[in-house]
C-alpha cells in the first residue's frame, strides 16, 4: 500500500514516514500543501491530510481531488473541535470522494492496523458497475432489455418493531444484475428516470413485490406491510393513482398495506400534479411516507402540507448518534414531532444494538438496516423469518 501524507509539521510528517515503514508501508510526506497540484496521485491508495495548512488548506485540497477524480481512499486530520472533522468528512463525502478515517491530532498510529487490512480487503471485494463500465448508452439500452425480459430482480428488507422486536413488513428494493455484476440502483434508477424507462419499471418492481408479498401472507401468522418506492416520475403521472389502485385490485390485496415512499428531495419541486396525485392515492387508502427525512429542506412544509402518514429519518443522522451530540438531539426530536403529529417513524440505517437500543428509548416505532438484516431475495426471506422468530433478540 502507497500512502501520502500532506501536513505542514515536518518534524510530524518525518515521524510518521519512518514509524509506516516499519508496518510495510511505503508513505510520501508533502509539507507544502500547494506541491500536491502538481503530484502524480497514480500510484497513490490513501491520501491523509491535515486541515489546517497555510497557503492551500485541507479543504481545498479536497476540491481539488474531486476535480482531478481521485479515487483513492481520504482520511483526515486536524487538531480543530470534532464538529470541523465532521464538517470536512461530510464535504468529502459531498465530493463523492472514498473518505475513510477522521484523525483528531494527537492521534495514535493504532489506526494504521485498521487502515492496512481494509486497503488489502478491498481488492476482493465484489465488483460493482461503476460510472466507468459500461459507458451510460450501452447501460440504458441493456437496462431496458432487463426490464422488458424482467431481469429486474426485487430483494426484501425487514422492518422492526423495536420494542417486541417483530417483524412489522419488508420494503422493496430493486436489484440488477448485470452479467452478473451488480449495478447500484442508485445508477439505474436514475438513468431510468432520465431515459422515460421508469413508468415500466416501477409497474415491474411492484408486479414482483405483490406476487412475492401474496406468497408470504398465505402463512396466517405473517400480516406484514409491504412498502414500495416511487421517484419522481411517477408523481407526474395523473393516472399514477388508478393505476396503482387496479394493480392492487388484481392481487385481492387492500391499499392500506401498501406504503409508498417518497424521497423527501423530490418533494422540493412543489408541483400542483404531485400533491393531487399524492392525496388521492392517501384517498384511496396507501399509506404514505416521506423516506430520508431530513435531506432536504422541504420537511417541515410537507409535514404541515402534505398527506402523509409516516417517515424515514435519514440514515446520515442514524449512523451518527453515538458519536455526534448534534444527531441525537435531531433525531429525537424529529421523533418527537412526528409523534405529536400522529406519524409513524421509521430510522432506517440501523447497524449495531446500540443505535437500535437508543432509538427505543428515543420512543421510535420501527427500525430498518442492516442490524436486522440486509436486503434478501424473495427466496430467502421465509426462512430468515424462521430464524429470526427462534433467535428474536431482546433489548
Known amino acids: 500500500m502507497t500512502l501520502l501524507l500532506i501536513d505542514d509539521d515536518k518534524d510530524f510528517t518525518d515521524f510518521f514516514v519512518e514509524a509506516v515503514a516499519e508496518l510495510g ?150 436489484r440488477w444484475f448485470l452479467d452478473g455484476v451488480f449495478v447500484s440502483p442508485e445508477k439505474f434508477i436514475s438513468l431510468a428516470e432520465k431515459h422515460q424507462l421508469m413508468p415500466d419499471l416501477t409497474l415491474l418492481i411492484i408486479d414482483k413485490s405483490l406476487k412475492h408479498y401474496l406468497l408470504l401472507n398465505q402463512d396466517k401468522k405473517n400480516n406484514f406491510g409491504l412498502a414500495i418506492n416511487l421517484s419522481s416520475t411517477e408523481l407526474k403521472q395523473e393516472n399514477l393513482p388508478d393505476i396503482l389502485f387496479k394493480k392492487l385490485h388484481q392481487y385481492n390485496m387492500p391499499c392500506d398495506k401498501v406504503t409508498l415512499e417518497i424521497t423527501e428531495t423530490v418533494l422540493l419541486e412543489k408541483k400542483p400534479t404531485s400533491l393531487e396525485v399524492l392525496t388521492r392515492l392517501r384517498l384511496m387508502g396507501f399509506k404514505l411516507s416521506i423516506d430520508d427525512f431530513g435531506s432536504g429542506y422541504s420537511s417541515v412544509n410537507m409535514l404541515q402540507n402534505g398527506p402523509f402518514t409516516e417517515l424515514k429519518i435519514d440514515r446520515a443522522f442514524i449512523k451518527s448518534i453515538n458519536i455526534k451530540k448534534q ?24 447497524e449495531t444494538p446500540e443505535e437500535a437500543r437508543q432509538l427505543f428509548e428515543m420512543n421510535c416505532h420501527t427500525g430498518q438496516g442492516y442490524f436486522f438484516s440486509k436486503p434478501m431475495p424473495a427466496s430467502t426471506v421465509n426462512e430468515w423469518l424462521s430464524y429470526w422468530r427462534d433467535e428474536m433478540p431482546t433489548q
Do not use: W
Not at 129 to 141: G, R, W
Not at 162 to 170: D, I, M, N, P, Q
Open 327 to 350: 444527531s441525537k438531539i435531531i433525531v429525537k426530536s424529529i421523533v418527537d414531532m412526528a409523534t405529536q403529529l400522529g406519524l409513524s417513524v421509521v430510522s432506517e440505517g440501523i
Open 25 to 174: 508501508v511505503t508513505c510520501t510526506a508533502l509539507t507544502k500543501s500547494t506541491d500536491i497540484l502538481h503530484y502524480d496521485l497514480g500510484n497513490t491508495e490513501h491520501i491523509i491530510i491535515d486541515l489546517s495548512m497555510p497557503g492551500f488548506d485541507g479543504l481545498q485540497i479536497l476540491r481539488f481531488l474531486k476535480d482531478v477524480k481521485y479515487d483513492g481512499y481520504i482520511s483526515v486530520t486536524s487538531g480543530q473541535t470534532h464538529s470541523v472533522l465532521e464538517s470536512a468528512k461530510e464535504l468529502c463525502q459531498l465530493h463523492q470522494l472514498n473518505f475513510h478515517t477522521l484523525l483528531r491530532k494527537p492521534f495514535d498510529l493504532s489506526f494504521l492496523n485498521k487502515l492496512i487490512p481494509a486497503q488489502r480487503e478491498s481488492k476482493s471485494t465484489p465488483i460493482c458497475i461503476s460510472a466507468k463500465f459500461p459507458c451510460d448508452q450501452t447501460l440504458v439500452k441493456r437496462l431496458s432489455i432487463a426490464i422488458k425480459q424482467q431481469a429486474i430482480d426485487v430483494y426484501f428488507q425487514p422492518k422492526i418493531n423495536l420494542k417486541t422486536r417483530e417483524v412489522t413488513g419488508f420494503e422493496a428494493l430493486a
